[in-house]
């Protein structure tokens, strides 16, 4: 049976000890189970307690039992003897149902709070209580909605949250069970939020029925077997984006040089500006998650785009390719006469049709007002 100290020797093996013992951390707190558990083994870790900062968010959607969360997290910091900072939202009422009100605006908010904390205390690291538990929830609730491979290799055990700033998931490799029973022998309470058995919620849904379910029907070890395809996905994916940033360093570097010789105008730099495959060959996922990596790194918005769009994108760089060999001039413009059209594109055969076709999408607007074009062997996406 688990003991308290073997799910903390988890800990140390998920994240060892001697990169944050020395440093600042700001310990993010709910007062459920799994933050309670992650804040207990932090402290008992830690060689300076003056070096640890609870957090909590209060929300205010359950009322007075949204404040009995503050004040027992509260609490529980002073018996621990490590500092505690708190907020509430401003405007809070009862019930989430409430119009803009969702448990994406409140991520948001959580994480500008936490943000703005960790920057107060001058720390290094936040902490997050995510489980494995969780990260089979996501990946199966993600899979529902439709993703890829980080969809379902997410939340991980860290991520960048701000500049210099690491958001830090010690119990990623734990499960809710061994949450539980780490509480239990500690003899330490915690608090239970009662819209987690409300199944009119997705997750809880996922969590309360079809985990059992499926733990019926493929025995008491399919939670292990699903996170180790999560983790599969995961690595997957990091080769994945080395090959996208190696794809993307070469891209630049003849976007740049087409620039330099005329082919491409110097107003492109503030684009996405990528190649036909006649010039740079590469697969399509690769190519997909270069494009990604680029939104989020340029923030456009992302919430709108589905799936149809990323494949309107995959259209119109793989009819570059198809497409007679460039000149280095720009696709026809669509107010062009006929009459006035390369004659290429008026000759029959293949070729032809295959280039009016590029033609025709040389200008498309993406949500969030991308606009996307092509121009000779070049497929651009600027905004």
């Not at 996922?285 to 918005?301: A, D, G």
Request: proline share 5%.
């Amino acid at each position: 049976m688990t003991q308290p100290a073997d799910l903390v020797a988890k800990l140390l093996g998920t994240w060892p000890a001697h990169r944050w013992r020395d440093k600042r951390l700001l310990v993010a707190v709910s007062g459920g189970a799994d933050s309670v558990a992650l804040l207990r083994a932090i402290v008992e870790l830690t060689d300076n307690r003056n070096l640890i900062q609870v957090a909590h968010f209060n929300h205010g959607w359950r009322g007075a039992d949204s404040d009995a969360d503050q004040q027992f997290v509260g609490q529980l910091s002073q018996s621990l003897g490590v500092e505690f900072v708190t907020a509430s939202a401003a405007n809070t009422v009862q019930s989430a149902e409430r119009p803009g009100r969702s448990e994406e605006s409140a991520r948001r908010q959580r994480y500008r709070f936490l943000i703005h904390g960790a920057y107060q205390w001058g720390a290094r690291y936040v902490l997050a209580a995510h489980t494995a538990s969780d990260r089979i929830e996501t990946m199966l609730h993600n899979l529902c909605r439709g993703t890829g491979l980080a969809g379902v290799s997410t939340p991980r055990l860290t991520r960048p949250l701000a500049d210099e700033l690491l958001l830090v998931r010690p119990l990623i490799h734990c499960y809710r069970e061994q949450i539980e029973e780490y509480l239990q022998r500690l003899g330490q309470s915690y608090r239970q939020d009662t819209t987690n058995t409300d199944e009119k919620y997705r997750r809880n849904f996922l969590r309360q029925t079809i985990m059992p379910l499926l733990r019926t029907a493929y025995g008491p070890h399919v939670d292990k077997r699903l996170y180790a395809f999560s983790q599969i996905a995961e690595q997957s994916l990091v080769v994945q984006q080395q090959l996208a940033q190696q794809y993307w360093q070469q891209a630049q570097h003849l976007s740049q040089a087409a620039i330099s010789a005329g082919r491409l105008p110097p107003d492109r730099r503030n684009g996405i500006c990528l190649p036909s495959a006649k010039l740079l060959p590469v697969a399509w996922p690769i190519l997909l998650q270069v494009l990604q990596n680029q939104w989020q790194q340029r923030q456009w918005p992302q919430q709108s785009l589905r799936r149809s769009h990323w494949e309107l994108i995959r259209h119109s760089w793989e009819e570059l390719s198809l497409a007679p060999e460039s000149k280095g001039t720009e696709t026809p413009d669509p107010q062009m006469q006929a009459d006035d059209r390369p004659k290429a594109l008026d000759r029959p055969g293949r070729y032809a049709r295959q280039c009016e076709e590029v033609h025709k999408s040389a200008m498309q607007m993406l949500p969030g007002e991308v606009k996307l074009h092509t121009m000779g062997d070049w497929l651009i996406l600027n905004r």
